[in-house]
């Protein structure tokens, strides 16, 4: 099973946000979805044997900073699990991501604690000639190992991190419902290929402030032998900004839902809440 599987939040952001085909090389996006300053706050809820537990936070916050003397978005999430299911299944994730401004992904790293588990991934990118990406990969397990890998590819691809700041530009209003997505992610040794299918729109009102939002709803899907699985549902605001409101997550161990609890700085104005 991929370990991804076992990261609620940290993948979910990135997957409800990936909606582009992969294409060649690293192209620069202008950035119309988000700006320095945004800072964003999820719940976590976890279901266990029918009840609904609060089972933590979620912060993504977007500043502007310097990297290798250039000016850069830096991107940093972190998700925290609650002391009361911790019992179940502990999870403690900081990721920090540099991207540039015309979001091509330049720096990757993520710290995770889940169950019984510690490593690290980190992602160096590298440009070395027109139309090919060179990537410096590393993991670290919990025992200390540590595996360095060296990948060069004609594809786009991304880490968690820069696909979730750069695919919340991209214009999905030519697809059509049913559609299937494709595009490549990077972690800290591999570079796998991922699906996205487009289930069309949906209004959904926040449980918790009875907010109602126009959205886009997607599915990851991971493909098991032969079969493919739904992994999870997600909501994303059908306006420029592209906030991810509702994830629905199926997982191993449970069922999980995320919902935005406050949204700091936004760019665009949202015009996908219903009044």
Known sequence: MNRKRFIPLTLLLTLLLCIASPLRAQIPLENTAFSSGENLEYQLYFNWKFIWLKAGTANLNITEKKYDGNTAYRCHLITTGSKRTDKFFVMRDTLVGYISQDLIPLYYRKGAR?????????????????????????????????????????????????????????????????????????????????????????NFEMEQTGEKYRCLVFSFVEKVGKKEKEVVTFYITDDKNHLPVRLDLFLRFGTAKAFLKKAENIRNPQTSIIN
Not at 122 to 132: D, F, M, W
Not at 133 to 157: A, W, Y
């Open 114 to 202: 889940e169950g019984k588990r510690y490593y690290i991934d980190e992602v160096r990118y590298e440009y070395p000639s027109q139309g090919q990406t060179l990537l410096r990969q590393r993991t670290v397990n919990s025992e200390g190992i540590v595996h360095d890998t060296i990948n060069t590819t004609l594809n786009e691809v991304y880490d968690m991190v820069s696909m979730l700041m750069r695919a919340r530009s991209f214009d999905p209003t030519q697809f059509h419902e049913g559609q299937r997505l494709n595009f490549y992610m990077a972690d800290g040794n591999s570079i796998d290929p991922q699906i996205l299918i487009y289930r069309g729109k949906k």
